[in-house]
C-alpha cells in the first residue's frame, strides 16, 4: 500500500477519533489490506476492494468513470468513498491466487483487456456506491465484478436479483 493511501486516512478513523494507521495481510483472503488499530475508542476500519472486469475499450470505462466522480492524477474518487484505478492489462501479481485467475477467464472467455480496481473506504458500507458504479462498468460491456470475499465472479445480473454463492452475496452481504 502506498503513500497515497495512508495520507487518505490521516491516522484517523470515522468520527475523528485517534487510530493508528497499519498495513497487513489478511488471514481470511490472503490480501493486502490497509486498516486501523483502535485507540482510545476508535472504530475499526479496513479499505475493502472490488475488482471489475468490463469487456470494453478503455475509453469508455473512463467515460463511465468521469461521469461517477472526479479524476484524481491516475485514480477516480467517487463519493468520497470509492477510489478507483484502471489496471491495463490487469496485474495478477498482486494476490491473485490461479483459481481467481482461471474463474475470472472462464468467465469472460478470455482474457480480460482490463480492470477496474476499487477501494472502497470503511468509513461507510459503501454497498449502494459499489453497486452503482459496478453496474454502470458492467452495462458499458459484458463482464464480472471479483470481491475480497469470495472466488465468484458476479455478472450484473446475479447483482440485480441478489443471488448468493456459497450462502454470501456480492460484496460480503450475508443471505437474508
Do not use: K
Not at 102 to 108: G, I, P, Y
Not at 140 to 160: A, T
Amino acid at each position: 500500500m502506498g503513500p497515497e493511501r495512508q495520507r487518505r486516512t490521516g491516522g484517523r478513523s470515522s468520527g475523528g477519533r485517534l487510530a493508528l494507521a497499519v498495513r497487513g495481510t489478511s488471514v481470511l483472503t490472503g490480501r493486502r489490506a490497509l486498516g486501523t488499530i483502535p485507540c482510545a475508542g476508535a472504530r475499526l476500519s479496513y479499505v475493502r476492494s472490488v475488482f471489475v472486469f468490463p469487456v470494453a475499450d478503455r475509453h469508455a470505462v473512463e467515460a463511465v468513470l468521469d461521469s461517477a466522480g472526479e479524476r484524481q492524477s491516475s485514480q477516480w474518487v467517487i463519493d468520497g468513498l470509492l477510489f478507483a484505478r484502471i489496471d491495463e492489462p490487469p496485474n495478477w501479481s498482486d494476490g491473485w491466487t490461479n483459481e481467481r485467475i482461471a474463474a475470472v477467464r472462464e468467465a469472460l472467455g478470455s482474457e480480460p483487456p482490463l480492470v477496474v480496481a476499487v477501494d472502497v473506504s470503511g468509513r461507510a458500507t459503501g454497498w449502494e456506491e459499489v453497486r452503482r458504479l459496478t453496474t454502470a462498468l458492467l452495462e458499458i460491456g459484458p463482464g464480472v465484478v471479483v470481491d475480497d470475499w469470495s472466488d465468484h465472479p458476479w455478472r450484473v445480473s446475479e447483482l440485480d436479483e441478489g443471488q448468493d454463492h456459497d450462502g454470501m452475496r456480492f460484496f460480503g452481504r450475508h443471505r437474508a
